[in-house]
């Protein structure tokens, strides 16, 4: 969330905090941590703080702190996850008149082939959490960190995921270090994990990144000067791999939340969160939200680009896993013949051309969300695949699945992605990545996987399933009740939209302003035809209310 000015259309904050506590209540949120849990995570934070590192070190782990990794998040983010150093190889002649060094006899020399290197840390939650403890159970009934407007319920303990866990600036870390290499075409050459000591240089934001990839701003210092320019380029050839693999990023504007502050109150920049570190002082003085409201946002180019590097993780840790023949992946069926045969008709009756040799991801590859045809058909290209969730292999009697991803049964694919893939990047707001990181870890060190690993894995699907769906119906239900919240007090109005679906007579409604996404009915009269999708539209507001819903009437060209 952000903070912007007082504008027309804003949700009340004790409004919202009553909503959207009852929207908790009713899906049984977890609220504090039970006290045994709570203590684990402090006692193992006060450990890290004693003695932490030099521990790891002595267990075996790399000493990776020569490495100059930075975080890149939205401003204000705490639990901070990843952080990624990039860097562009010497050339081949150049790597064999060089001398064989320390790092090189210890496996960490590139492949001759390689033109990149991505280092990708990743939080090691395993450093924290004991198996079979209080803290781990409780991590399992929470799944998931919860966002909501008003507040987050976070997967682990605050002194952990905005603590001792953190990849934060300054700080040794205990983290799961990826090393993988990468030829010019943007291939993989080869990839390892293993547990290293690490400390972050700097924590930036994408909008920092993205005005230094334009040339508009310049990084910290502390920061590698070639970042921008790497990420970029390593981020392009990514993208255009998954193109090749038949992969789909789609990069459409979504709703945020915006905090908003009283019009007298000092401006602040729109870059800074609720959630920011602010010295004490400057706390005290900064007036609390006076509400919140609803904007849409494209992602920048540098969030592609960072993306790409967790998508790239993932995929590798998919490989490394089926291959050591135990794992998890993360699944997405590929869609139905009928499904495209649907779009096919949408995009007819949009007006959008669709030879019937071209691919559909070359197709959305080729789309403007700003043209609202476009965006018509986009929102309904969103819903092509459906059904993702998790496969255990290798445990439970599941099988492993084939060395040869295109004969992989449905279940054991993300059609999205194009390739396998797992969750292995957010450890800190999701579990299963734990477990998967572990499993990558002991095959990259040729050890087995531990034993509190294995005996989890059969259950995660469902755990993951289970509290998967409630972090999604709170984020859909709080949206809807703050939708309701910022048009109350309007009713009468009239908004400009697109209609960018219809079924049954119902459609989707997408206004210009406020950023509202919502249900409008054809009307019952035979003379009012159907809804025009893909066409701006201009309506009535009837009614709004976050227990009943929203109302609108298309209004008809005859209509005053």
Known sequence: MSRTRLSTYTAPPAEVAQTLDALRAHYEVPTAFPPEALAEAEAAAGAWAQDGPARLLADGARDARDLELVTIDPPGSMDLDQAVLLERLPAQADQAAQPSTAAGEAGDAPEPSATYRVHYAIASLATFVTPGGALDAELRRRGETIYAPDAATPLHPEVLSHGAASLLQGAERPAC??????????????????????????RLTYAQVQAAIDGQGALPQEAPADLPELLAEIGRLRLEREAARGGISMTTPEQVV?????AEATEVPESVSPTADLDPAESAERPGPAGYRLAYRVPV??????????????????????????GILRTLPPARPEDYARLRRVAGALGIDWPAAQPYPELVRGLDHAVPAHAAFMEQAMSLFRGSGYLAFGVGGVGVP??????????AVHSAIAARYAHVTAPLRRLVDRYGEEVCIAACAQVPVPE???????????VMEQTGKRARAIGRGALTALEALVLRGHEGEVFDGVITSERDGRGELVLAEPAVVTEIRAGKKVSDGGLPVGERVRVRLLSADPTSGIRFQLLRPEHP
């Open 258 to 262: 915006e905090v908003t502050e009283a």
């Open 177 to 202: 270090l990826w090393t993988i290499d990468l030829d010019e075409r943007g291939e993989v050459v080869s990839a390892r994990v293993e547990r290293a000591l690490v400390r972050s240089r700097a």
């Open 402 to 411: 084939a060395d040869d991803e295109a004969a992989d049964s449905e279940e």
């Open 301 to 326: 180019p540098a969030e592609q680009y960072n993306a790409q590097i967790s998508l790239l993780t993932g995929m590798c840790a998919a490989r490394i896993m089926v291959e050591c023949g135990v």
């Open 452 to 462: 509190w690993v294995l005996q989890a894995l059969p259950d995660l699907p469902g």
